[in-house]
């Protein structure tokens, strides 16, 4: 029995490979995300990891106390207890190399390097890995099958050092024993071309990667094997490349159909069932679908923990994937606490010197810029650009996440020309855009391109991406609905621009159609209801935009009071949705802050309030006027002072307040969840 056959606890430094997916700009590479990839090593373990019955009676005594050490060793290996596995393996190739059985001692020395890999001991591993070429050069033929295994761990190796030329050269020559030893439709060879798949996805060369998946793939299914981890482990593979291709609904398709092979109860599959619920609810937060991202996400990590404990570098994955989702409702505060909470987990794993912490240090920035925190935005995409340059070269895919990155900090700076040259980097960089027929990634950056060119006043040419956006946002077999309301409300902001009202109103609609699916109205006049929201951080800036044209019509063309009224009763709606935004962030921070990105909006509603009092002598606008100014930021800034002050007089302890957070956090979960 192989392990592949048999084990069901993957360690996790398996995710130093992730995809990186961010909820609105990037297909997160893995990711760069890189938790599509569970267990790839025991991918490559399929030849020397098989445990042989007891010796037959002729065997000498000491081979057969051997094979008892081996057996004894795999058990431990299985329970995830690498400390006892390793006393095991070294004592048992003690044996096999006093009885001369080579082949068994290399599969020890090849157990134990692969062991070191799981606590990532990579330095440990090499040297073994190195006993082991030298052994077999003397001692196996070259066309040994444990020489194949060899050279996949050392490809491994380079895989971890992100050194993925090396780890391509030394994988091929394994692959070329198996090949000839084994024939062109064994597991091992599938094994094999995984690998591949894996190194040229890290390196970058994403359609090279999907061609040796796509392999691996036809020959599980060749085989036909009731054994389904290794297949399911490849088809999570095949997703999180085109995860990083921008087709986040092949991807989903791919770990669906993953998830159906493993999702049955076996026990053996338990571990592999949470990496494929982490990915799926990486797909949906790239696809917009926020509600569904936690809820696959929470259950991801609420499955890491049973299997590795309270931390781990797979919760640190998963950390970073909430954040993204925390972003993309606009909750900065908490977004960047998940973040900070990811970069100290994977560091424990990583070091301070991978490329995957050039991944968390990207989403850090990104959060910095969001929160207008515009200094230590630069300053830490800077730091993770010039981490990403070392690591991966400066021609590798994942530099355009960064880049888009960098891109919208100067774009809030103003310096346009700066953000329009990063965006357009950022599209040079993207794979394989010749091939693509839907893209995520793409459409939001041509929706920022657009933002640009609108600030320019280059209406023509914003026109031109927002359109391009929609176009491919459209051939996606599910579309992004955050993605498509931007690009629409983005168009509608062109038009308000150039005075086209009718068509502006059009497009808003459109928008607040596209986002709030149980919203059926196409009425300019009217607005989703609370029970209808959803997506709040869009919605918000929708409504606002469209509130404020009503009232520019008002100004400049119509001067009827039945646009001043639409803008009011917008601005009503907009007002209720920042409520219940309000309610779902734990953090005072994030509150105070979305006090005052709002106080603008505030301050206009009031103003049309008294437009319309004044203009109609009713009271009832009157009393809006107050209403709007209830809202306020003051209230807001109250809240936080008094809270905080009843907190300090009342001596209340930092632990009962840490504590208090925590509760905060899983009661916004909660919430979450009864409003599914």
């Not at 946002?473 to 690009?487: D, F, M, V």
């Not at 159609?513 to 029970?531: K, R």
């Not at 601005?571 to 309000?582: G, N, S």
Request: glycine fraction near 6%; proline fraction near 2%.
């Amino acid at each position: 029995m192989t392990i592949l056959e048999s084990l069901h606890t993957a360690s996790s430094f398996l995710l130093l490979w992730r995809r990186r997916a961010s909820s609105c700009s990037f297909p997160r590479q893995n990711q760069l995300g890189y938790s599509w990839f569970p267990a790839f090593i025991l991918l490559l373990s399929l030849v020397c990891c098989s445990v042989t019955k007891l010796a037959a009676q002729e065997f000498q005594i000491d081979t057969v106390q051997a094979e008892r050490l081996l057996t004894k060793g795999m058990d431990f290996y299985f329970q995830i207890k690498y400390d006892s596995a390793l006393t095991y393996f070294r004592a048992s190739s003690e044996r096999f190399l006093e009885s001369r059985n080579w082949e068994k001692y290399v599969r020890c020395l090849n157990l134990i390097a692969d062991t070191y890999s799981r606590k990532l001991f990579l330095d440990s591993m090499e040297v073994i890995l190195k006993s082991a070429r030298r052994f077999e050069s003397t001692h196996l033929e070259e066309d040994d099958l444990e020489c194949a295994q060899t050279y996949s761990l050392i490809g491994l190796l380079h895989i971890y050092r992100e050194q993925f030329d090396s780890a391509i050269t030394e994988i091929d020559i394994g692959k070329k024993i198996r090949e000839k030893r084994l024939g062109k439709d064994h597991r091992s060879l599938a094994a094999s071309c995984y690998l591949l798949g894996l190194a040229y996805c890290n390196g970058g060369k994403y359609h090279e990667a999907l061609r040796w998946t796509t392999e691996a793939l036809r020959i599980h299914r060749v085989l036909k094997e009731e054994d389904h981890f290794d297949y399911a482990n490849t088809l999570i593979l095949s997703g999180g490349i085109y995860a990083r291709l921008g087709n986040s609904a092949q991807a989903l398709e791919y770990y669906l159909q993953g998830l159906g092979l493993v999702n049955n109860g076996d026990p053996k599959y338990a571990e592999m069932f949470t990496y494929c619920e982490y990915d799926i609810g990486s797909a949906y937060n790239d696809l917009g679908d926020y509600s569904k991202s936690i809820e696959h996400l929470q259950r991801a990590i609420a499955g890491s923990k049973e299997v590795h404990g309270e931390r781990n570098a797979f919760i640190g994955s998963s950390y970073l994937e909430l954040g993204e989702v925390m972003l993309a409702l606009g909750d900065y505060e908490r977004a960047t606490d998940y973040f900070y909470r990811s970069l100290s987990l994977e560091r424990n794993f990583v070091g301070g010197d991978h490329s995957l912490l050039a991944d968390i240090e990207s989403e850090i920035a990104d959060a910095y810029a969001h929160n207008n925190r515009l200094d230590e935005a630069l300053s830490t995409a800077n730091k993770a650009l010039v981490l990403y340059l070392k690591k991966l070269g400066p021609k590798h895919p994942i530099l355009g996440y960064i880049i888009q990155i960098r891109g919208g900090i100067y774009k809030k700076r103003g310096l346009l020309v700066s953000a329009l040259n990063d965006y357009e980097l950022a599209v040079s960089l993207r794979p394989g855009l010749g091939d693509s027929t839907g893209r995520c990634d793409v459409a939001c950056l041509y929706s920022e391109i657009g933002s640009v060119y609108a600030e320019m006043k280059n209406f023509d040419s914003a026109t031109i991406f927002y359109q391009k956006s929609l176009d491919l946002n459209g051939k996606l077999p599910i579309s992004n609905r955050c993605q498509q309301a931007e690009a629409l409300a983005g168009l509608g902001h062109v038009q308000a621009q150039k005075r086209c009202y009718p068509q502006a109103f059009q497009y808003f609609q459109q928008a607040l159609l596209c986002i709030c699916p149980d919203f059926q109205d196409s009425s300019i006049y009217s607005n989703p209801t609370l029970v209808a929201i959803a997506n709040g951080k869009e919605l918000v800036d929708i409504l606002t935009e469209k509130a404020r044209v009503f009232e520019q019509r008002y100004a400049i063309s119509s001067h009827q009071l039945s646009d001043l009224e639409a803008a009011l009763s917008t601005y009503k709606c907009t007002a209720l949705t920042i409520d219940q935004l309000r309610k779902k962030y734990y953090s005072d921070a994030s509150k105070l802050f979305l006090g005052e990105q709002s106080y603008s909006l505030y301050q206009d509603a009031v103003r049309v309030s008294v437009k319309l009092f004044h203009a109609t002598g009713k009271h009832t606008f009157w009393d809006a006027a107050f209403w709007f100014a209830e809202h306020s930021k003051t209230n807001v800034l109250l809240d936080g002072i008094l809270d905080s002050e009843a907190k300090r007089f009342g001596g209340i302890p930092d632990s009962l307040l840490c504590l208090e957070r925590e509760l905060r956090t899983t009661l916004s979960h909660c919430e979450t969840d009864l409003e599914r």
